[in-house]
Nanobody, 125 residues
C-alpha cells in the first residue's frame, strides 16, 4: 500500500520561499524515480523536477528556471522541493509522484505509478 503525503504548502508572499515535503511509505523505492508536478485550476499538470532514489541524480524541467531544488532523504523516505523567489504564477497544487525506472529525465503523467493528493501553494502579490 503505497502512500505519498505532501506537506509544506501555504500562503506565501511573492519573493519568499517554501520547502515542500513528500513522505513516502509502503515500499522500498530503490529502482524508482521521485518527482514533483504542479497543477493550477484549468491548466495541465506540469512536470517540475525529478530525482533518482538510488543515486540522487536530479533533473529539472525547463520551466523551473533555477528556482527549484529537489532533494531526498532515503533514511526518512522523504523527497523535498525547495522553491525560492516565489511568483504568483507558482500558485498551484503541488503533487509528489513516483515512476518505476532508474533513468533520469522528464516524468509524464501517463507513466506515473503513484500520486500524492497534493499540497496547495498560494503566492500573494
Amino acid at each position: 500500500q503505497v502512500q505519498l503525503v505532501e506537506s509544506g504548502g501555504g500562503l506565501v508572499q511573492a519573493g519568499g520561499s517554501l520547502r515542500l515535503s513528500c513522505q513516502a511509505s509502503g515500499r522500498t523505492f530503490s529502482g524508482y524515480v521521485m518527482g514533483w508536478f504542479r497543477q493550477a485550476p484549468g491548466k495541465e499538470r506540469e512536470f517540475l523536477t525529478a530525482i533518482t532514489w538510488n543515486s540522487g541524480i536530479a533533473y529539472y524541467g525547463a520551466s523551473v528556471k533555477g528556482r527549484f531544488t529537489i532533494s531526498r532523504d532515503n533514511a526518512k523516505n522523504t523527497v523535498y522541493l525547495q522553491i525560492s523567489s516565489l511568483k504568483p504564477e507558482d500558485t498551484a497544487v503541488y503533487h509528489c509522484a513516483t515512476v518505476r525506472r532508474t533513468t533520469i529525465g522528464t516524468m509524464t503523467p501517463k507513466e506515473i505509478d503513484n500520486w500524492g493528493k497534493g499540497t496547495l501553494v498560494t503566492v500573494s502579490p
